[in-house]
Structure formats: C-alpha cells, structure tokens
C-alpha cells in the first residue's frame, strides 16, 4: 500500500468513527483543557451533567488534538462537535476552518476578549470561555499610603511607584515585593505586563523609545523593592512573612496567603501604562469546527458553557475564572473571591490591552523568556545602559523570531511570517 493510500485509508477510518458519534447523539467536545484526571471527570458530572444534551467531554495533550482536528478537516467531515483551547492554539488556525459565531448571541464581559477572539477577521471564531492570568496584591496595612487620588483597582505605573516610595519612607523599609528568584515568573511581568503598558508590544517595540521608558519607569519602583527578591519565587510567601506588602504574581502563587489570612490581604488589577493597562491572560475559548456532525447542537453547548451557573461551575473545577459577569459565590475559597474580582476588573477594564502568552516558538521558548530575563538582570541588577542592553538583546530576540518563524502575538501587529523587531 502506498503512503498516499495509507492516509486515505486513515482519513477514512476517521470519518467512519464521525458517523459512529454522531449517531450517538452526543456532541464530542474536543478539548485541551481540564487533563487531568480528576478534572476531567469533574466536568462530565459537575459542568456538562446539566446540559439538555450529550456531551463526550475528551481532553487530550495539545498535539494529539491538533492532530486529530487536523485529520477530520482534512477529510471534509469529522465527529468533533466543539472544541476547547487556549487563544494560541485557535490564532494558529485557519478562520475558514472554524464556524462563525457571531449571531450565537454569547460573548464575554471583556470587549478586549471578544476582539481577540475574532482572530484578525470581522466574526466571532471562537467563544472565550475561562482565562487565568497575573494580579497585584497588597496587605491592607498598605492602602494608608495609597496616593490621595489614586483608585486601587485602576492604579497607573507613576501611582503605584508613589504607593511603593509612600511605605518605604513610613516604615523605612522596601516593601514592594518582585518575583525575581529563580523560579519566580519575572518575564511573564515584562512581556504582558511592562510591554504592553508602555510599548503597545512585545516584539516589534522591543528595543524602542518607549521600551527604554519602560526598563526607566520599572527601575524607580525597584528603588522601592525588597532587595531580597532576587530571591523570592512564590509571592504568597513574602505577604505571609510581612516582608512585602505589595506584590505583583500568578493567582496560584498568591492563594495561599489569601486562605490563611483572608482579612489581612486585598487583591487587585494591574497598573496601566502610556498605552494600556497590559496584563497576560491565559484565555481558554470553546469554538466549533466546520467539520461539525451537528451544527445546532454544538452551538447549544457553546451557549451552554458561557452560562453564569456554567462558568462558576467550571471555576470550581479548573480554577479557571469566569468570562462573563458573574456573583462569586459565598463558598469559594478566600483566594478565589479576591482573584476573580481582580481578573474581572482588569479585564473588563476600558484600557485593558493584554499581552498574550508567547506562541509558535517551540522549543525556543526557554530563549525567549531569557532575552527578557537577561535584559533584566544587566538593566537593574547591573545598573547597564537600557539603550546598549537593548540594542545587543535585540540581536538575539531577531534571531529567535527568524529561526522560528513565529508571526506576531498581541498586542504586537500581525505580521506575514517572522514577527520582526523593528
């Protein structure tokens, strides 16, 4: 048999196992979320029990779900009713591949979400569903030196440097607190934190004007910094002890604090810059692939998913946050209730501009996240000039993008192939 014969034969086999599940009359739901055991069997009987219809939830690893979306598209007729993924894994995709969803009548709170999942077209290609992402958090000790007029879920980077200087001079110590050791995720706070807020980019704006304004602004609130974060990974730590008391982390470095002492710490949005208020989310969407077996019933799910009860239920089991407008329950964690909030207000806020997870780059993500990682440690920690370090990084970053042949990611403009660094 030849090779072509062999992958007719496969696609086929594909095809035959499409009709097998249609005629079942459950909608296959195709997802890359919610893996784990537990998880999984959490959101058969806790999240999907209520729909009116079937539902065979299958998550799977990112590459045996592109592979199998991949054969069903290819074949012109699949068994996968919906599908469940992360905003990098839909940018990847083709738009035509994917059924407009426009007219469903769901979408997020967040604006800034919904433009993202049109993916550069003028539809809506895939429902955001659930995101996770990175807050501030603060022990309530500290807002008596909050800035007069500065709101606490829409500080600005010059507010919250004032907030920082404020506490350092009334307690005569650095208490901003910066996950800058070891495993701590400082380059996630530079590339959808940093950038986004003052460069409008990741990328292409790496080495720019208003990069060099960022790395300026970044070192005048690490005059206010604990210097002992270059050895602090897990921020929840640094507010438990009272060695910081504001920090910026991921909500799950952060938890603990907030379950051990619920009263004593306040969690909220991150500070907005000259062109946003930058923030990483890990969005999760829910999409439907044109090879559907059961278009109408596949649109009932997605439906289906954006519901209030829905969402809180898939929070209690993935710890993801909900997307649209929703009362967090009583019985929540602690450190959900102040997470949630937060994620909330920064995302919907009217200056949300987020910076998304770095996509396409394989296993060069490592180097990716050391350019960021470097230029760190050479412009503070070494006290190097911002434009010489910039410009020798840049050579590197270029050369990453070439390798890999990644295109853009937001908030950076697409790009057609390469995304370059200008």
Not at 259 to 283: C, Y
């Amino acid at each position: 048999m030849t090779v072509k014969s062999k992958l007719v034969t496969a696609v086929s086999a594909i095809a035959f196992t499409c009709t097998a599940y249609a005629a079942q009359g459950e909608v296959l739901f195709w997802s890359t979320q919610a893996k784990p055991v537990e998880e999984a069997q959490a959101m058969r009987e806790q999240v999907l029990a209520g729909f009116s219809g079937g539902v065979d939830y299958q998550p799977n690893d990112g590459g045996p779900w592109i592979t199998r979306l991949n054969a069903e598209l290819s074949a012109g007729s699949g068994s996968i009713g919906v599908l469940g993924a992360l905003h990098g894994d839909y940018a990847a995709m083709d738009p035509e591949n994917l059924v407009d969803l426009s007219d469903l009548g769901v979408a997020s709170a967040s604006d800034t979400f919904n433009n993202l999942a049109m993916l550069g077209t003028d539809t809506m290609q895939y429902i955001p569903w659930m995101q996770a992402s990175y807050i501030m958090a603060a022990n309530r000790e500290a807002l008596q030196y909050l800035p007069a007029d500065a709101d606490i879920n829409a500080l600005t980077y010059d507010q919250l440097i004032e907030w920082a200087a404020n506490v350092h001079e009334a307690t005569g110590e650095a208490k901003f607190g910066f996950p800058a050791g070891p495993d701590g995720l400082k380059h996630r706070f530079f590339q959808g934190y940093l950038y986004p807020s003052f460069t409008d980019g990741v990328v292409r704006t790496f080495a720019s004007d208003a990069a060099v304004n960022a790395w300026e602004t970044f070192a005048r609130l690490w005059e206010h910094t604990n210097p002992a974060s270059t050895n602090f990974s897990f921020m929840q730590e640094q507010l438990l002890s009272g060695d910081a008391w504001i920090v910026f982390d991921h909500t799950s470095r952060l938890a603990n604090a907030f379950n051990e002492r619920p009263d004593d710490f306040i969690a909220f949005p991150a500070p907005a810059g000259p062109t946003g208020r930058g923030f990483m989310p890990v969005l999760a969407g829910v999409a439907i692939p044109a090879t559907a077996p059961n278009i109408d019933e596949a649109r009932a799910l997605v439906s289906y998913m954006l519901e209030p009860e829905t969402q809180i239920a898939t929070l209690r089991t993935t710890n993801f946050f909900p997307v649209v407008d929703v009362e967090l329950p009583d019985d929540l964690p602690p450190s959900v209730q102040a997470a949630g909030n937060a994620i909330a207000a920064m995302s919907g806020s009217a200056d949300a501009n987020p910076g998304l997870l770095p996509a396409g780059l394989g296993d060069r993500g490592g180097d990716f996240n050391r350019v960021f990682v470097d230029s760190f440690e050479r412009i503070i920690l070494g006290g190097q000039d911002i434009r010489a370090v910039l410009d020798d990084q840049k050579t590197t970053l270029a050369a990453i993008m070439n390798d890999t042949g990644a295109p853009c990611w937001a908030p950076d403009a697409p790009s057609d192939g390469a995304c370059p660094v200008e």
